[in-house]
């Protein structure tokens, strides 16, 4: 898990770099100015950027979520104590009595 995640983190850090090296100069008068505003693009360019971070932040959720998923994780653990508990009981370890209990004491 934590190898995944800091690949991860290792394949964004040139995208965080970039936004480091984005208009440098400070210089609004001249060029495209400020991001949004003085470059003509008025409130497309708002609804670009707003688009753009949404969709960065949802594809950051979805990578988080498939790298937690439980399911894949492995099998469920009260399957793998109804399993342990059918073998013991196979093998003459426990009595009828002793399975009926602990099977009953694994579904609550």
């Known amino acids: 898990m934590k190898r995944q995640v800091t690949t ?3 394949a964004l850090l040139p995208l965080t770099s970039a936004v480091a090296w984005a208009g440098t100069s400070g210089d609004w008068d001249r060029g495209y100015g400020h991001m949004m505003w003085a470059g003509g693009f008025g409130m497309l360019g708002a609804l670009m950027m707003l688009l753009f971070w949404g969709a960065f932040i949802a594809l950051i959720v979805v990578a988080v979520r498939w790298l937690t998923d439980k399911r894949s994780a492995g099998p469920d653990a009260s399957s793998d104590a109804l399993q342990v508990l059918r073998s013991r009981f196979a ?18």
Do not use: S
């Open 91 to 108: 093998q003459g370890e426990i009595d009828e009595e002793e399975f009926r209990r602990r099977k009953a004491a694994l579904d609550e």
């Open 8 to 10: 991860l983190a290792i």
